[in-house]
Structure formats: structure tokens, C-alpha cells
């Protein structure tokens, strides 16, 4: 202790030794014996500094650029510091720094002499061709020879480490390595031996286990994932992977994979957990008639079955009915993977019923593959069939013909389902349709192309913007009205009614700011625009719809309010054209 903090000491002493009969003076000197005591704190520990300087000024000012702790508690911190900081001069190619001497200038300053030497800028390292790829040096390295190769000598910590990771993701995952035999090549440069110290065989996947949920399909693994036995083990690679479970509908991830190594085998769990994946929408949408000024009712009930039978299979079933006496039903069924191949198959069946007047039946089916977890192109054929069921009727715009089509198909979709009020961010879907349709009199080409695509464009926590666009075009030398596109409601347009419109070209834009309240109620305007073209009729319109609508979060499902007024350009907005549409999406 120094002769400052002993004087110190002893003046406690002294202060504790007083004593007096009087009670205020205790109290006064208890009270200054604190005070002394708070701000006498730094007296039970020594503040050392320490300065570094170099051989030269030009050394003194490399040194500081570095930049060392100035400040410590006691002298083992002082001389742990200039050994940290002896190794950082190293590995920056002063290799030949040394310490002169630490210095004690009083009791709390210290003066380290460090000679930094020459500094070297490149290493050589030479390695075995046999136990590193000579194309991993690609990206390291831009000299690289038969046995050897050249780093900046900086980057020779990082270098192996890099190499190290890789030699792990290639199967080597206790492998080890470290430089040898370091010396001076040349007065600039110098070199060294790579060692690579492996303990194991490279370790492929011998077996993969589900847990949590063991009937998984085990064809999402090897195609989904892209993870099957005797692959090379890379756990980095293997975690990436099963995140993707994240992306299923009817699968989560519990917590990141294990591995189990033995002396012979590598064993890989994955922790998963079934999801309620089946949902069951439904909508109640009513407006006033602009003819009866009379109340009408219309509505949809879309049921959605996903991996009921552990296969990954999904099962659509869609009734819809409107005020416009037009029934759509519509089946679908998409099996993946058939037969443990990449290769899937979706079906689907579309019947639509206008009042008396006709009826259209179309059949689809196609063949897809999964690109991978985002991305899913289809190919195959679609049949359209549709009658006349006005057998008086002669008009020209209703006619009996069949279709039939090359359908090309891409997909781009990105869920979030950890989200419950917007569980899907993207989506992008286009399909191409080339063909002939058949009546009794001729055949005519046609080409039909449609477009689907939204995007949520998420600001920060509580606000976004969505953005959906859906369009479609039908060309032919002619058309019929029972082929036109048809379009309109909570699922086009809003403010119109369902599938009121019909058109050989549409393009409908919706938009919505969205103001999330909690993480079960959200508020969001409705701006939408469309433009269609019925060349059987010779319309080109603009349509636009507003209002605004929330959806909650309930125990039942998610649950959608939307009021919406929809015109024309040409047309004054009117209470009466305003469209309410309820609809319930429950979870099971």
C-alpha cells in the first residue's frame, strides 16, 4: 500500500477510536466517517495506466492505431494486455516484435518498450494436394500453385478458419487445422506448412429420425428438404434445410436438429410437430338490387383438406352461389411426390351454372415439380366443355363448343405462417393456355394467359401495404358469352358482385394499408381499380371500388368485414351500390 493510502487508513483509525457522551456529536461523526469513506473508495484499489511506445515514433504511432486498454486494476491486467497485444502484431506480420522491457514510472503508470521490426506482408503455405480441393483455394487465394498457395498474411487467421468450416461442411466435422513451421522465406515474405490433423472417416448421414410427429411423409424429406441417407454430413447446410419445415402447412419445426455421432455412423434427428393444416372459409356477402331495391344474399363455402392421410396430399372443394343466379362448383386434388419421385399431380373439376342459360364444365390435369421449397412449375392438359341450355335459343352469343388446351404453369410462393392474420408474404402465378375450341361448324385457336400475384410490403411492426394484381386475357378470333372471363367480389373487385362481370381481357388492382392493432385485430382501407374489355359486346370499361374492412382474430378462425363501394368512370358514387362481405376461415 502506498504512503497516501496508509494515511488514509490510519485516519479511520483515528475516527473510530473517538468517543463522547453526546449523541449529536456520534451522529456527526458517523456521518463524516461515511462521507470519507464514499469518496476514499479508490484508495482500496489501485487505477494503473500503462502506455506502449515503439522503437520509433513511426512504431509508437502503429501501435496506438492499433489501440490497447489504457486503464487496469492491477499488474497481472497490465501484462496480460501486452501479451494480447504482442499477438495481434503477429498476426498483422510483425512476427518479429519484441519486448523490451515494462517499465514502473510511480505507483500507478507503467511503460511497456515494444520493438515492432520489420513487418511482413506474405506467407506461403504450402499444403498435400490429397487433403484439400485445390478449387476451395479459389476463393482464398489468387496465386495458387501445385503445392502451394499465397495469403496476406493478415488474412491468415480468418483463412483457416474459412477452411476449417469447409473441410467440416465436406464431412470432416472434427477435422483440425494449424501452420507449421514458420519462417522467413525471403527478407519479405514468409512461409509455412498446412497442416490438417482429421481424427475420423469423412461422416456421411447413415440415418435420419422424425420426432414428434413419426407418420411425416418421408417424401417431403428427400424432396422437399433434399435430405437423404449417405449424404455428406454438413450440419450448417442440414440446419438451413430444416427450416424449410417452417414453410409447410402442415408441419413446424420444434427446435434445430441433432446429430449423434458414433464410432461407425452419424444419426440426424428432426424435431417436428403436426399443424392444423385443414381450413374451412366461408362468406356472407348482401346488397341492394339496383332493379327490386331489394335486399339479396350471397355467399361461398370453400373447404381446404391438407395431409389428412399423411401423404402431403391437399383436397379443395369450393360451392358458391350469388344474387346473379350463377352456382360454381369446384373440386381439386393435388398428390406430390408420387411414388417417392419429385413429380406430383394436381386435378381439378369446375362446374359453373348461369341461371337457365348455360352451363360450363372444365377439367384440368397436370404434372408439377417442386423446384424447391418457393418455386413449382406444372405442365399438362385442360378440357372445357359447354352447353346451351336454351334449345329455342338461337342467339349467336350462347353456343355449345368444346375446348381443349396445353397448360403451362409457374409458381413462386413465399409463406409466413407464424402469423396467423397474414399467414402467406408472396405470391406469384402465372399460366399459359394454348388450343383450339370446337363447335359444330368450326375449329378456332385460342390462347388464354393469366396472372396472379400479391405482395405484403411490411413498413415496421404494426404497418404494411398489400398489393395484389390478377389479370387475364382470352384470344380468339371471336367469343361467345359463356366463355368470357367472369370477375367481380370480395375476391376481385370489391364493391361489385360476385362474377357480374364478363370479359375477354381484365386487369383488377387491389390495395390495402394496414394497421395492425395487436396480433389478433387489424384495420385496412380498401382501394381498388380494374379495367376490362368484352369484345363480344365492344365494352372497354374502368371500374373502381373503396371502403375499408378489419379482420379478428377469434377462437373460431380469422374472421374478415369488408364494405366496399364500387363505379364506373363514368358513374356518381351511390349508397346503394355498396357491398358488405363477411367471411370466417377457421383452422382444424
Do not use: W
Amino acid at each position: 500500500m502506498s504512503i497516501e493510502n496508509l494515511k488514509h487508513t490510519r485516519a479511520i483509525e483515528e475516527l473510530l477510536k473517538l468517543k463522547t457522551s453526546s449523541y449529536n456529536v456520534q451522529k456527526s461523526y458517523f456521518f463524516v466517517l461515511i462521507i470519507y469513506i464514499l469518496f476514499s473508495s479508490e484508495m482500496f484499489c489501485q487505477n494503473l495506466h500503462l502506455n506502449v511506445t515503439g522503437k520509433t515514433i513511426t512504431e509508437t504511432e502503429v501501435i496506438d492505431s492499433i489501440g490497447y486498454a489504457k486503464s487496469h486494476e492491477n499488474y497481472l491486467s497490465v501484462k496480460n494486455e501486452i501479451d494480447s497485444l504482442r499477438k495481434q502484431f503477429n498476426t498483422i506480420g510483425y512476427i518479429e516484435n519484441r519486448l523490451i522491457g515494462i517499465k514502473k514510472k510511480n505507483d500507478s503508470v507503467f511503460t511497456a518498450n515494444i520493438h515492432l521490426n520489420k513487418k511482413f506482408n506474405t506467407i506461403y503455405i504450402y499444403y498435400n494436394k490429397f487433403d484439400i480441393d485445390e478449387t476451395l483455394l479459389n476463393s482464398i487465394s489468387e496465386e495458387i500453385h501445385a503445392d502451394y498457395f499465397t495469403i496476406n498474411i493478415s488474412n491468415a487467421a480468418t483463412t483457416l478458419n474459412y477452411l476449417n468450416t469447409e473441410l467440416a461442411n465436406n464431412g470432416y466435422p472434427f477435422s483440425k487445422l494449424k501452420l507449421s513451421n514458420i519462417e522467413k522465406k525471403d527478407k519479405n515474405n514468409l512461409k509455412a506448412n498446412l497442416i490438417i490433423v482429421s481424427n475420423a472417416e469423412k461422416r456421411t448421414i447413415d440415418d435420419i429420425k422424425i420426432v414428434g410427429y413419426e407418420k411425416f411423409p418421408k417424401s417431403y424429406l428427400k424432396h422437399y428438404l433434399k435430405l437423404k441417407k449417405n449424404q455428406v454430413f454438413d450440419l450448417a447446410t442440414i440446419k438451413d434445410k430444416t427450416e424449410q419445415l417452417n414453410n409447410l402447412r402442415f408441419a413446424n419445426q420444434l427446435k434445430p436438429p441433432e446429430v449423434l455421432f458414433q464410432k461407425d455412423s452419424t444419426s440426424l434427428y428432426i424435431y417436428v410437430e403436426k399443424s392444423m393444416s385443414n381450413t374451412f372459409d366461408g362468406f356472407l356477402g348482401f346488397g341492394t338490387n339496383d332493379e327490386t331495391n331489394k335486399l339479396e344474399f350471397d355467399g361461398f363455402l370453400n373447404l381446404r383438406l391438407v395431409n389428412n392421410l399423411n401423404f402431403g396430399e391437399t383436397f379443395g372443394l369450393l360451392y358458391k352461389s350469388d344474387e346473379n343466379d350463377q352456382d360454381t362448383f369446384d373440386a381439386s386434388l393435388t398428390l406430390p411426390y408420387l411414388f417417392s419421385s419429385p413429380i406430383g399431380v394436381d386435378l381439378s373439376l369446375r362446374i359453373f351454372k348461369k341461371d337457365s342459360s348455360f352451363t360450363t364444365i372444365d377439367q384440368k390435369a397436370k404434372i408439377n415439380y417442386q423446384i424447391n421449397t418457393l418455386h413449382k412449375v406444372s405442365t399438362g392438359i385442360s378440357s372445357v366443355e359447354s352447353n346451351n341450355l336454351r334449345a329455342s335459343n338461337t342467339m349467336v352469343s350462347l353456343q355449345d363448343y368444346n375446348s381443349n388446351y396445353v397448360t403451362v404453369s409457374y409458381e413462386y410462393l413465399k409463406p409466413q405462417y407464424v402469423d396467423l392474420l397474414f399467414p402467406i408474404k408472396s405470391n406469384f402465378y402465372l399460366e399459359t393456355n394454348f388450343g383450339n375450341r370446337k363447335t359444330d361448324e368450326k375449329k378456332t385457336k385460342q390462347s388464354l394467359i393469366s396472372l396472379r400475384a400479391f405482395n405484403s410490403f411490411n413498413l415496421n411492426r404494426k404497418n404494411s401495404i398489400y398489393i395484389n394484381a390478377d389479370a387475364s386475357n382470352l384470344t380468339s378470333k371471336n367469343y361467345f358469352d359463356n366463355e368470357l372471363l367472369r370477375f367481380g367480389g370480395i375476391n376481385s373487385i370489391r364493391g361489385f358482385e360476385e362474377n357480374s362481370l364478363f370479359a375477354s381481357l381484365f386487369g383488377v388492382l387491389n390495395t390495402e394499408y394496414r394497421y395492425r392493432l395487436s396480433n389478433s385485430i387489424y384495420l385496412h382501407s380498401i382501394t381498388d381499380v380494374a379495367y376490362f374489355e368484352n369484345k363480344s359486346a365492344n365494352i372497354k370499361e374502368k371500374l373502381f371500388g373503396y371502403g375499408f374492412g378489419f379482420g379478428i382474430l377469434t377462437n373460431s378462425g380469422l374472421l374478415k368485414f369488408n364494405y366496399a363501394n364500387g363505379k364506373n368512370e363514368n358513374q356518381k358514387f351511390k349508397l346503394s351500390n355498396s357491398k358488405i362481405h363477411l367471411s370466417l376461415t377457421a383452422n382444424f
